[in-house]
């Protein structure tokens, strides 16, 4: 990609779109181009390396992010009810990469001391980890069981490092999902079948059971026939 562009992007990144204060989403959506500028441009440093360390995070994993262009570091503004980020605020957050089918798909800002708390920069990312949820549809159409981890929150998937079947950065493999936006995540999830099963932490389980209960499948009844009135 050009230098030229690349700048482009970036400008574009951080002049707008603003938000209006009585919305949750942006007015004009920024496109994933320049969304990978922005993580280009906001990739993590030294300091910052040795510091997700220092929380657990596996070197090896931050590097095989940051060469994804998965995993950054910026200092942002909170909006949409602490939902949504705009570049250039107080706050100092954790970037990390939302792919979908389309490849990068939105940023994710993560507060490392409360990891619960998370910021789209679309609003349109629906989880971490997104490769284990193809793998896991390929499983169930290759009519093949398969577990599929779900973590708490992005700190303890980051923790958990690549799955152990990433040899080399070429062949990446996240560790499970964190689910971002339970409403976009369950008809996904639901549509996995009985052959894929979730994993979560201990006492984590029933929670997600009723997640998965609430809004699911239809309920099927059946009437019993109208009686028909025969001709006089």
Do not use: N
């Amino acid at each position: 990609m050009a230098k030229g562009k690349i700048a482009a992007m970036q400008r574009a990144v951080l002049s707008g779109p603003k938000f209006a204060q009585d919305q949750d989403r942006p007015a004009v959506r920024v496109d994933d181009d320049t969304c990978r500028a922005f993580m280009l441009s906001h990739g993590m440093d030294y300091r910052g390396c040795r510091r997700l360390e220092a929380l657990g995070v596996p070197g090896r994993f931050v590097a095989v992010l940051g060469a994804r262009l998965a995993i950054g570091q910026a200092r942002v503004a909170l909006c949409g009810r602490g939902t949504l980020w705009e570049p250039e605020g107080p706050d100092a957050r954790l970037l990390l990469a939302c792919f979908d089918e389309g490849g990068l798909c939105d940023v994710a800002a993560v507060s490392t001391s409360s990891p619960d708390q998370v910021a789209l920069r679309l609003g349109v990312g629906w989880c971490l980890g997104f490769d284990r949820i193809e793998d896991a549809e390929r499983a169930v159409l290759a009519e093949r069981r398969v577990r599929l981890r779900v973590f708490a929150d992005p700190m303890e998937w980051l923790r958990a490092g690549p799955s152990s079947s990433s040899e080399a950065i070429g062949q990446f493999k996240s560790p499970g999902i964190v689910v971002l936006d339970w409403a976009a995540a369950l008809p996904r999830l639901r549509m996995l079948g009985e052959r894929v099963t979730l994993e979560c932490d201990a006492g984590a389980g029933e929670q997600l059971r009723a997640r998965l209960k609430v809004g699911g499948l239809p309920r099927v009844s059946e009437r019993a026939p109208v009686a028909r009135q025969e001709a006089a």
